[in-house]
């Protein structure tokens, strides 16, 4: 059986972990390809709050298999805490969560350069979630990192921090910072391994071996492709791959092994930290979707940049990742507001586009909908929905010339519309 794909289809924060939770109800195993604990995936089960920032989406059932890719940075400790966190609550992870040996680990000075860069005066400044994502890629793609398959070998990982601290050391310097050295580095990991060495495996080839037993594999990416380090508005993006090709390499799977990409977009918009935003709101309406929507970060508690639903940009995700199929989320947060609005293209200084992203400042060209002010919490069935808010989806899906999968108009599993099937 071939895997599900499940990515954010804006900047990241549209609700991927109440999808992935839900369906996961029916998946065999959920693997997380890409990021960091720079994520922060928000579920809410039986009125309880669970934030996963490492630990797959599909944790909360028992029955399924948690994989982190090797397309992950894995902060150790961070991990360790996430476990307990989880087990306190009684949900046991013995026997069904795996490491990749290949995933890279993030050290405190990955943090401390990107903290460093974060506040230094000039500069670019991406407005980062200074979790040391940034520097943990760039050891990865300068061939210094180190990999979680390293805790098994003490020697070859103090050779490698030894490495990685030497490249760093001007950077740090050239910052202001203090360069740590490498015994405080080796105190700082190394008493995790006992812990995190039994979780290690091939994540690769379970996935493949799930996937000949008939099992049914979803793929969790993590951000959004606005936020894509290839595809996304560069440089204001992550240092990972958010599309769905990502699950291929963060996985280690060939992408003829998969069927769907389940692409997640909220009814608007909104974007953490600095870059392009064409549909941004400065006004009631803005704060409005920031209130009702709870629209803090859930890893930094920043407020969110809050803004119109881009189709525009949706049309450019369905490009980059494949979608077939959307889920909407959040739609009960656009009750109360008399008109609503959707950005259908932009008019820039090279003339008229109708996909993000582009160098160029953009003026949303917008189409104009009727709101509704009937409240949508736990509405289970398009028919529970009021006519304009049905409008509203049906111009998303013909816009964007995708259908809609999913619609959520509430946090809790319940406050789920499925229009096509299951998982
Ligand atoms: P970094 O991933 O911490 O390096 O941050 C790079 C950019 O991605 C910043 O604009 C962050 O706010 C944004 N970002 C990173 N992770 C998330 C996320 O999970 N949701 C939304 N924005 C994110």
Redesign the pocket.
């Known amino acids: 059986m071939p895997a599900t794909v499940i990515i954010g289809a804006q ?3 549209e609700g991927k972990g109440k999808i992935v939770d839900r369906l996961a109800e029916s998946a065999d195993l959920v693997v997380r390809y890409a ?1 960091g604990p ?3 995936h928000t579920l809410v089960v039986g009125g309880e709050k669970t934030v996963l920032r490492l630990i797959p989406s599909g944790a909360l059932h028992r029955h399924t298999e948690c994989l982190l890719g090797q397309g992950m940075v894995v902060h150790p400790a961070g991990l360790l805490d996430e476990i307990d966190t989880l087990e306190s609550r009684g949900v046991a992870l013995t026997d069904r969560l795996t490491l990749s040996r290949l995933a890279h680990l993030i050290l405190p000075y990955h943090v401390l350069v ?1 903290e460093l860069r974060e506040g230094r005066e000039g500069g670019t400044k ?6 040391g ?2 520097p943990a890629y760039e050891d990865k793609v300068g061939r210094r990192g180190l990999r979680a398959g390293d805790l098994e070998h003490p020697r070859r990982l103090r050779a490698r921090l030894e490495e990685a601290l030497a490249t760093w050391a001007p950077t740090i310097l050239a910052l202001g910072g203090e360069v740590p050295d490498v015994d405080a580095m080796v105190t700082a990991v190394m008493p995790h391994a006992p812990r995190l060495i039994p979780l290690l495996g091939d994540v690769s080839a379970q996935v493949e071996t799930a996937l000949r037993d008939g099992k049914r594999v979803m793929l969790e990416g ?3 492709t606005m ?1 894509d380090i290839d595809n996304g508005t560069y440089p ?4 990972s791959s958010a599309v769905a090709g990502g699950a291929c390499t963060g996985a280690g799977i060939g992408p003829t092994r998969i069927a769907r990409v389940l692409g997640i977009t909220k009814a608007y918009t909104t ?5 392009p935003f064409p549909t941004e709101l400065d006004d009631d309406v803005g704060a409005h979707l920031r209130a009702v929507g709870k629209e803090f ?1 859930s ?1 930094t508690g920043r407020p969110r940049r809050t803004g119109w639903l881009d189709v525009a940009a949706l049309r450019y995700a369905r490009r980059v990742n494949g979608i077939t199929g959307l889920a909407v989320t959040k739609l009960d947060v656009l009750t109360g507001l008399d008109t609503l609005r959707v950005c259908v293209g932009y008019e820039g200084a090279s003339g008229a586009a109708n996909e993000l992203p582009d160098g160029d400042a953009l003026t949303p060209v917008y189409r104009t909908f009727e709101g509704w002010t009937e409240s949508l919490q736990g509405a289970s069935r398009l028919e529970d929905l009021p006519p304009p808010a049905r409008a509203y989806l049906d111009f998303i899906e013909e816009a964007s010339e995708t259908p809609i999968d999913l619609i959520s108009t509430g946090p809790g599993r319940e406050s789920t519309i499925e229009k096509t099937g299951g998982f």
């Open positions: 900047w990241g924060d990021g720079n994520a922060g990107d991406i407005g980062t979630t200074k979790r994502i940034g993590a951000q959004g936020l204001f993006v992550t240092s974007r953490v930290g600095a870059g970060g890893v």
